[in-house]
């Protein structure tokens, strides 16, 4: 029996990642030969890479728009509605915290930057101002949704879409022309959105190439315990705490889960961006998690604006590598302020490009560190960055399966079938087909 297509896609998408790592390590060996340069990383990969990711982007805001309102619509009941809202931004700051908290306890236990030598590299980074607590609220209501939409202001299109969708809802017969065109929209960009996830391992292997084609691995070595007390902390969030969130408040399988993951964990991998891949993780916790629309369409975007859970790792991780290296002793008051910091930092300053370097510059601050230490921990940056947003999407769908779980509107049948997501199974559980992923 051929395997079904979103298995093929997946296969492929692996197979592009870790080819993608050969060649941009030994394309990085034959990095002093100018054409290697000039014509394949900063040429041909920057080309397909940068079009691909593009690509994904694009979709995001129409994608979102239209999924929220219909979702909102599809309600009916508003204090659904804000209860739902409540379940996600609780889950999202508690799973913060808590990651936060075990980078500390990790880091803390490990030590890294003991005996690092810092040397001249301290002096050359200048951190950007985040914006205060009250700025960033009243920044969420759109003065112009239209240019929100063209910012790609992703609380702002949020709020907007809620407002619309409510008041198409009460609208009565009117409203209900307006639903229907919605819903062919949403028919239609979910077609789109297919189109660009058939590319996606032409384009996750230009990504993966260049990045460790411009890397390498040789920067790892100095700054090996900090990478590793890192990448120890992600995963003990992605496979330990997450699981047992399932386990504990959605009696689901975190196996299950995990198995499902694959896809969208590739695209956070390789894009490093969250926002990115957004029409992804709809597409997954929807037709192969079996959350309905009406959730999906608020707790994902919602996610990948304020969910930032592996960047809250790496500011506990970071914060105590840095405090090591100046040879400055953090008392416990300071820790907490750290995991307090981080976890309202999540929301306080999500559409800020550049978000985990700005957090982070607000929590050295809080606790008297000196700012210039972040950019020791640039040059490894990247790849970590890519593990972190793999960690925050993987949050995402944690928190939608929990809510709608919740809200008795999981559809246990769809999480629990391996196939979930081809033609066959949509069939088989009577949701709306689309070509898998």
Avoid at 103 to 127: I, K, N, Y
Wanted: aromatic share 6%; proline share 4%.
């Amino acid at each position: 029996m051929a395997a079904p297509e979103s298995h093929r896609l997946t296969r492929q998408i692996v197979i592009a990642m870790l080819a993608g790592i050969v060649l941009g390590v030994a394309l990085n060996q034959l990095s002093a030969a100018p054409w290697v340069q000039n014509f394949v990383v900063d040429g041909l990969l920057h080309v397909v890479g940068s079009v691909f990711v593009a690509a994904l982007k694009m979709m995001v805001v129409p994608l979102v728009f239209v999924s929220l309102v219909v979702g909102v619509t599809a309600l009916s009941d508003l204090k659904a509605l804000g209860r739902i809202g409540a379940k996600a931004l609780a889950l999202y700051l508690a799973t913060t915290a808590i990651a936060v908290s075990i980078a500390l306890t990790l880091a803390g236990l490990v030590g890294p930057g003991q005996g690092f030598d810092a040397g001249d590299t301290a002096a050359r980074f200048s951190g950007k101002e985040a914006p205060s607590l009250t700025q960033v609220l009243i920044d969420i209501m759109p003065t112009n949704p239209v240019a929100a939409m063209a910012e790609g202001n992703m609380l702002q299109i949020i709020v907007f879409a809620l407002l619309f969708g409510v008041a198409v809802t009460m609208s009565g017969a009117r409203g209900k022309h307006v639903l229907n065109l919605f819903n062919d929209l949403d028919a239609v960009i979910m077609h789109m959105v297919e189109w660009i996830m058939r590319l996606a391992p032409y384009g996750v292997f230009a990504l993966i190439t260049r990045t460790f084609a411009s890397q390498g691995l040789d920067l790892l070595l100095p700054l090996a315990a900090y990478f590793l007390t890192l990448t120890a902390a992600l995963a003990i969030q992605l496979f330990g705490v997450y699981s047992l969130l399932l386990r504990l408040l959605g009696s689901l399988n975190p196996i299950t889960f995990l198995k499902k993951m694959r896809d969208p964990a590739a695209f956070a991998f390789s894009t490093a961006s969250s926002g990115a891949t957004i029409p992804v993780t709809l597409h997954t916790v929807e037709y192969k998690m079996g959350v309905p629309n009406s959730i999906a369409s608020f707790t994902v975007p919602l996610g990948a604006t304020i969910n930032m859970d592996g960047t809250a790792m790496m500011q506990g991780v970071a914060t105590v590598f840095i405090a090591n290296v100046y040879g400055i002793d953090l008392s416990l008051t300071d820790y907490l302020l750290v995991v307090l910091t981080a976890t309202l930092a999540s929301v306080g300053t999500a559409a800020v490009p550049g978000v985990g370097l700005v957090t982070l510059t607000m929590v050295l601050g809080q606790v008297g560190l000196p700012v210039e230490g972040i950019a020791l921990i640039i040059g490894v940056d990247r790849l970590l960055d890519m593990m972190r947003t793999t960690v925050n999407v993987t949050g995402d769908c944690v928190v939608s399966c929990i809510v709608a779980k919740s809200e008795n509107a999981l559809d246990q049948a769809v999480f629990d079938d391996p196939e979930a997501g081809s033609v066959e199974a949509a069939t088989r559980h009577a949701i709306p087909t689309h070509p898998a992923a």
